[in-house]
């Protein structure tokens, strides 16, 4: 997901995302583990979905604390 359509959410529909995220890696390493994973890609790409969505939520933080 791009940085872009990621800035357009709200920060509950970013909080959301960011469950779904940790829920579709816990998963894609369950496969990785018992040798079902068919796209090993997949896991770097959702890791830099939820990094991207966590540096948001901080950026939003920061900005409502010192307005």
Do not use: G, W
């Amino acid at each position: 997901m791009k940085i872009m359509e990621l800035r357009e959410l709200t920060n509950d529909e970013l909080r959301q995302k960011y469950e779904d995220s940790r829920e579709e890696l816990f998963n894609l390493r369950f496969q990785k583990a018992m040798n079902r994973l068919e796209n090993p890609l997949r896991i770097k790409d959702v890791r830099r979905d939820i990094a991207r969505i966590k540096t948001l939520i901080t950026e939003r933080k920061k900005s409502e604390s010192s307005a």
